[in-house]
């Protein structure tokens, strides 16, 4: 099972992006769905969470800006960001919660991708 992230890119303030994670694999079920985000010098932190009924959260910081969102036939998660300001650049990072066909569960990251945020 892999996790591979696209969308990243370089924006102005108060423009916007939308993240890609496709997830492939011997995959039976995904669970949890989030993106995470580091910025330099800091700790990875939570931006948007879904489970697999739909249900989202977010952090106060990208709350009414960001939109997580998920297409369970693609094994797809992505992530609208808009209103984007410097301090969400960071790397992001796609992660699952993933039961593969022999029914264990494994918690798995992407690679990350680069956002960066000018002002």
């Known amino acids: 099972v892999q996790l591979v992230e696209s969308g990243g890119g370089l924006v102005q303030a108060g423009e916007s992006l939308r993240l890609s994670c496709a997830a492939s694999g011997r995959i039976f079920r995904i669970n949890v769905m989030g993106w995470y985000r580091q910025g330099s010098g800091k700790q990875r932190e939570l931006v948007a969470g879904?489970?697999?009924?739909?249900?989202?959260n977010y952090p106060d910081s990208v709350k009414g800006r960001f939109t997580i969102s998920r297409n369970n036939g693609k094994n797809t998660v992505y992530l609208q960001m808009n209103s984007l300001k410097p301090e969400d650049t960071a790397v992001y990072y796609c992660?699952?919660?993933?039961?593969?066909?022999?029914?264990?569960?494994?918690?798995?990251w992407g690679q990350g991708t680069q956002v960066t945020v000018s002002s």
């Open positions: 879904i489970t697999t009924s739909g249900n989202t």
């Open positions: 992660n699952a919660d993933i039961t593969s066909r022999d029914l264990t569960s494994t918690n798995y």
